[in-house]
């Protein structure tokens, strides 16, 4: 089937538009044009054997026997019909319209009767005949030939593909939760697949594919169709979960439209229910939603983190609440293959956010520094901004594999494809940018040889790459110390404390006497804090009155009337010095510098009197991507400058002349 077939089928579904328009808000058209379109493909896919399993209902009627499987083989799909309506015979008794397609849907297997629960089908019947249009919107499809013999499962796949792609756009408000741009995809099956073509090569080939996220299944359509084209006889297997029913009844569709098994569309959340217990796939993707929180599924994720460890699939590390999207990828890796029973690939998409958020040793950092240390990250893909229907922010694909080729093991590449892009003719929500075929083309060629790239400075894509050991990417996050100096003064401000402190209230009935004894001080200075309490003491005890003991009020002194001053006495504890807490830093030193000798070189040259607290050192790890490819631009000259600004003010001075006359 060629293209212009697949959009005369898409046009005459989608002319359903026309009818609606008016009692239908425009981005509210898929919801009865997607049910109707499947539920057509549907009637004709079991027209074939309608009579059998409708014979085969009629026997079972009256039994206990569980008619599922039996109606299943009669149908010998994985769904079926138990009534003998169809469409046409709905326009056939048009005053009970309403009531026989209500029928019609309540016979269907309880996996495609889901399917429809979930776009809310028979509410949109309910509306459309209220609004006197379901008759005629049951006409258009009812005359839609779309019998296997006419349109194969896979042809079918690109038409209802369309449909969703319009739906998408036209609610283009939303459309980034659910659908990624094909152009994304296609570029992000291409990096994945890639290195595995001799793989796919392979006669008889069985793979699977898993996307915890899968929206409606554009991932998972897009990765079956690619790995289709290299070997036609290979059998796919496409795997997803999604939370959202509607795009979940969408995916799920499209599988039963290709005749794959819908039942391997599972619907919930992925972290508090995940489906697919038992399945490792070879090929794993996601575009989850950026920066969604995971408050609601906390006390389970919590759990599964503190009670199996890992076992489960959150043992790394848990991110703040407020982005899940590295729990979604501790959730795919959980799902590959071992390596000895062949690994698998994943790619996902992230915005910059997991790439540094999270200092060392928060769940963040710790969640990177197990990937990376376990030599899984092959690749960080930068892609343009401006590319998803609902944000315009940078996006970027990590790539990951358990079964690195040799020369990639303990490496780990960056790409930075940010310039591949092209303007749009018209812009779809945020997205106003798209990687045309070409470049797709040009990106999965480097990414291809960006290990010869990297390596070949002479090479015109070689500013493009770069490549970095895992260790790389770590650092040691050092406390720099300062010693605290004081000089000490007595004010009011600091008298009022001490008259107010507890230890004051507990030594005198009346703290206004400690207070009038010390109040011929104020104003006085010391240079040391011995001389200072001496001098304090003194005033106190030669009256005649008690001088407070213990730690807790030697402390309160030296807090009331010492003043930072870097040209201060000394603190000491225990005979080392105080570090002031106020002029305490930190520095991250990357993994393989000594911290003694970045100290020395670093750090010293500028302020002598510092060291490290070794006991507060943290590991962290981190892909500072930007900082990588980062170029200065100079400024320009400022010659430069003032002739444009003197060039400007003349331009303004001959336009207010003809203003002016």
Sequence with gaps: MNTDKHTELANHAWSVADLLRGDYKQSDYGKVI????????????????????????AQLADTDIDPDPFLRAAAGTEFYNATDITLKKVLADASHARKNLLTYIGGFSPNAAEVLEKYEFAQQVRKLDSAGLLYQVVGKFADLDLHPDQVSNHNMGYVFEELIRRFAEQSNETAGEHFTPREVIELMVNLLLAPDENKI????????????????????????????????????????????????????????????????????????NPGHDEIRADYLLANPPFGVEWKKVKDEVEWEHKNLGDAGRFGAGLPRVNDGSLLFLQHMIAKMKPASSGG????????????????????????????????????????????????????????????????????????????????????????????????????????????????????????????????????????????????????????????AAAPIKKTYLDPGIFRKLLQPLVGSKWSAKTDAIAALKDAVVGAGEPWPTGAPFAKLLRDALGMRDPEGELQLVKGQPEPDPELRDYENVPLDQDVDEYLAREVLPHVSDVWIDYSKTKMGYEIPFTRQFYVYTPPRPLSEIDAELKALESEIQELLGEVTG
């Excluded at 790409?415 to 999965?444: C, F, H, N």
């Design 34 to 57: 997607l049910p109707f379109t499947v539920l057509r493909r549907l009637e004709c896919v079991l027209e074939p054997t309608r009579d059998r399993v409708a014979e085969q209902a």
């Design 201 to 272: 090569y392979r006669p008889g080939v069985t793979l699977r594919v898993l996307d915890p996220a899968c929206g409606t299944g554009g991932m998972l359509s897009a990765a079956e169709e690619h790995i289709t084209k290299l070997n036609a006889q290979a059998r796919v297997e496409v795997y997803g979960q999604e939370l959202n029913p509607e795009s979940w009844a969408i995916c799920r569709s499209d599988l039963m439209i290709k005749g794959q098994n819908p039942d391997n569309i599972v619907f919930g959340n992925t972290f508090s």
């Design 344 to 499: 698998s690939r994943v790619a996902i998409v992230f915005n910059g956010s997991p790439l540094f958020t999270g200092a060392a040793e928060s769940g963040e950092s710790n969640i990177r520094k197990w990937i990376i240390e376990n030599d899984l990250l092959e690749a960080v893909v930068a892609l343009p901004d401006q590319l998803f229907y609902n944000t315009g922010i940078s996006t970027y694909f990590w790539i990951l594999t358990n079964r690195k080729s040799p020369e990639q093991q303990g490496k780990v590449i960056l790409l930075d494809a940010r310039d591949y892009w092209q303007k749009m003719r018209k812009s779809l929500g945020d997205k106003r940018k798209m990687v045309s075929p070409e470049q797709i083309k040009d990106i999965t060629r480097i990414y291809g040889n960006a290990l010869s790239i990297a390596a070949d400075p002479e090479d015109t894509d070689h500013s493009k790459v770069k490549v970095f050991a895992n260790s790389g990417f770590g650092y040691r996050r050092i406390t720099v110390e300062r010693p605290l100096r004081l000089r000490f003064e007595l004010t009011e401000e600091a008298l009022d404390k001490l008259a």
